[in-house]
């Protein structure tokens, strides 16, 4: 099965959906992760991400546009404006959005590293538990 999560940016829960995926089922889902535009991977999202034991450290941060030639099986947008604006894609892909909160806009307000993190690791978490449902979740 081939995934594409889609998010506005490709800087947060794109990633953490990419991250958790190839950790927990790389061996039955290929996944890739893109967005509507490029903003460059979070590095509060790489921090809880890690913190978890998933290293996305190295992933860059795609636009969905470079990705349309693949076939993908889902198209899985994680926030509303991803999936307000989603291209169509050629062939079977099924779009199915799976919106989560945005941690950079849940933390902007917060006084110190550590409280903003809470947010981080609460998508990060919601997240795990999505991609622990996959794939049976999305065939239902």
């Known amino acids: 099965m081939k995934i594409l999560f889609l998010c506005t940016g490709n800087s947060c829960r794109s990633q953490m959906a990419e991250?958790?995926?190839?950790?927990?089922?790389?061996?039955?889902?290929?996944c890739q992760s893109a967005g509507i535009e490029r903003h460059g991977l979070n590095p509060m999202a790489v921090k809880a991400m890690a913190e978890a034991g998933v290293d996305i450290s190295k992933h860059k941060s795609k636009l969905v546009d470079d990705l349309l030639d693949e076939q993908w099986d889902y198209v899985v947008t994680v926030c509303g404006h991803a999936h307000e604006t989603c291209p169509m894609f050629p062939g079977r892909a099924k779009i199915v959005h799976v919106g989560f909160d945005d941690p950079p806009a849940l933390a902007k307000n917060e006084s110190t590293e550590e409280t903003a993190m809470v947010h981080y690791r609460r998508v990060r978490d919601e997240i795990r538990a999505f991609v622990e449902?996959?794939?049976?979740?999305?065939?239902?």
Not at 19 to 30: A, M
Not at 133 to 140: A, D, H, I
Request: aromatic share 4%.
């Open 19 to 30: 991250g958790w995926t190839n950790h927990l089922k790389g061996d039955v889902i290929k």
């Open 133 to 140: 449902s996959l794939p049976e979740s999305l065939l239902n």
